[in-house]
């Protein structure tokens, strides 16, 4: 590993571009309504925001399978053929009945194959480098991702491109990066015999961890915390913006694109904070708090400058960066052995969240706005992300009882 130099870090690099893939295509859905001619048009929100979360209904349970497929199977097998799953999903939206079905059906396989990608690069990390590395990659590794996620809307937004387009070109983008993976991910040659007990010992170790409150508390805390990127960035963030504060198509990706990169640059520094106060608690229960306030302003702000709701983003991305906290807390309630299971089970919790409040937040907006102003509408339906912010800040607050970190 200590001699691997350039030609590591270059796998890691190529491994990381699968999961900017998988965030490119993850806020595809928060264009769809606003391109020319869009199917998605003739769908209630309610129905959109239902087929959309099938993503992160099969993501979630995923998380928890991912690590022993990769310890077992190896990564470029894995990294190729759902990097490969991945690309071609893209191309169901594009049949031309029964969209509803088609496009249902490819957010479940665009699901299912990204579940792979943030564990398959870690894999790759722990497979090629030593463990005093792996925490700067996977910073960087989150860091590139948030690249896919800004450049996709933002270059979608500017082009103003057609639904057709939008879905071409991010199968031709995932087909590039699969023969990347394929031609420079060497196969595993130093795989372990595989072991018949692995999914046994995996329930057991998933066991051991639900049984302690604690760590349903930090998990729903860590989803709620994720709920502005999820749940409203991913699908709800340009319709809010140019439906109800009337900013162009271009100007509301610029406005998510500060809200990702102020939350990327604070994922880290939030990470420094907890480790010098050697405390998981107070900073997430700082965080919570104050980015439910902020939410709460930036919806009853109204139709303010861009430079005001820029403001708000960057403070709300700030806040919400203590959401990486979340894995640490519920690492910290058990022993080093569970701490890669602890992670997977944190992160099931924050995409089963984040995977219900899309259609939860859809349904109320199709639900007010026969009664209501749309701009109304689209604020009653949004304020399910301030009330699970402070739901989950006071559960986490009274469950959660904190080991001191070391």
Known sequence: MEKAGGKAYGIWFIGSLFYLYELFVRVIPSLLG????????????TQMSTVMSLY??????????VGPLFDTFGGRKLLVGNCLLLALACLLPLVPTGILFFLGAGRFAMGFASAFGFVGVMYLCTTWFPQNKWAMLSGLTTMLGMFGSIGSQNGFAYLNTSYQNIWLTACVFGLLVTA??????????????????LWRELGGRLWE????????????????????????????SIPYFTNVCHFTTL?????????????AISCPIMGWISDTVRSCKKPMMFGGIAAAVLFTVFL?????S????AFLMVLLGICCGVQVIGFVAVANLNSSSLSASSVSFCNMLCMILCGLGQPIVGYMIDSFKEAHLLSEAYRSGLSIVTVMIVLATILFGLVYKEKRLA
């Open 251 to 263: 100007e509301a990706a610029q406005l998510v694109s500060i809200l990702n990169l102020s939350w």
């Open 300 to 304: 009853v702000t109204g139709e303010a």
């Open 180 to 197: 990347l993976l394929y031609i420079f991910v060497p196969k595993d040659t130093h795989l372990k015999p595989r072991d018949k007990k």
């Open 34 to 45: 606003q391109v020319p001619n869009s199917p998605v048009a003739e769908l209630s929100l």
């Open 306 to 309: 861009f430079e005001t709701m």
């Open 56 to 65: 992160y209904m099969i993501y979630s349970p995923m998380q928890l399978f």
């Open 209 to 236: 961890i639900a049984k302690k409150p604690g760590a349903w508390a930090a998990g729903i805390m860590t989803g709620a915390m994720l709920m502005p990127f999820a749940t409203f960035a991913d699908l709800w």
